[in-house]
């Protein structure tokens, strides 16, 4: 079965700061991968999502990702972070028969 | 995330009462989820349904009892629940269960408080 980790609970950044939140699976079959967000009092948002095709995934709000098959990851990146990026982030992964499985999350804090 | 609501949104209730909360879709999805998220925990699959049958049930206690009676509505009944209860239940839909079609959308989540 499935899983996913999620290397760092917390990640403190300043406005402005390129960001990189991390993410690895295990899994033994093709998988499909996704990252959401969490913001204060409200339900998981799709940021982005990866199924087949271009490993390079653009998501909302200026966020991509990278699926990396060798190395089993599939971290999310945003060149330059803004104080509304301050949220819960979840990656979560699942294989074709098999319901999705969510990491931990990190907590990304956005300072002024 | 207006395509899945949930309600109520926040609940109180004694360890003795009855509550049902109440997901609904309007998305056309065949498929609906129950999670638990409660802090620093990984989110916690409940339920599973899948065109309106139950396909999945984690380990869940029997003091909560979900029900879907048509492909768009979801309950979670709530009955002598536990402090440990309290957490925020998560509702989604997915178009199905398997295949390349299974992203999840999330409803806003209903914040229960267990006295």
């Known amino acids: 079965a499935q899983s996913v980790t999620q290397l760092d609970s917390q990640v403190p950044v300043f406005e402005e700061a390129p960001v990189e939140l991390r993410c690895n699976y295990s899994s033994s079959v093709s998988v499909y991968l996704f990252w959401y967000v969490q913001y204060p009092n409200q339900g998981l948002q799709l940021l982005l999502k990866?199924?087949?095709?271009?490993?390079l995934v653009k998501g909302i709000n200026g966020f991509e990702a990278e699926f990396n098959k060798s190395q089993t990851s599939f971290h999310l990146r945003k060149p330059s972070v803004h104080i509304s990026d301050t949220a819960e982030y979840f990656c979560a992964v699942s294989e074709r028969n098999n319901d999705m499985r969510f990491g931990a999350g990190t907590r990304l804090t956005v300072k002024p | 995330e207006t395509g899945v609501t949930q309600t109520p949104r926040h609940l109180v209730m004694g360890m003795t009462n009855k509550k049902s909360l109440k997901c609904e879709q309007h998305l056309g999805h065949n498929a609906m989820y129950w999670y638990k998220q409660s802090a620093k925990k990984p989110l916690e699959l409940m339920f599973v349904y899948s065109l309106e049958e139950r396909v999945e049930n984690n380990s869940v206690p029997s003091r909560f009892s979900p029900e879907c009676p048509n492909s768009s509505h979801l309950f979670l009944h709530l009955h002598t629940l536990q402090p440990e209860d309290s957490a925020l239940y998560l509702c989604?839909?997915?178009?199905?269960?398997?295949?390349?079609?299974?992203?999840?959308?999330f409803g806003p989540g209903t914040r229960l408080l267990v006295l």
């Open positions: 989604a839909s997915s178009q199905d269960r398997v295949g390349g079609v299974k992203t999840q959308y």
């Open positions: 990866y199924l087949s095709g271009s490993t």
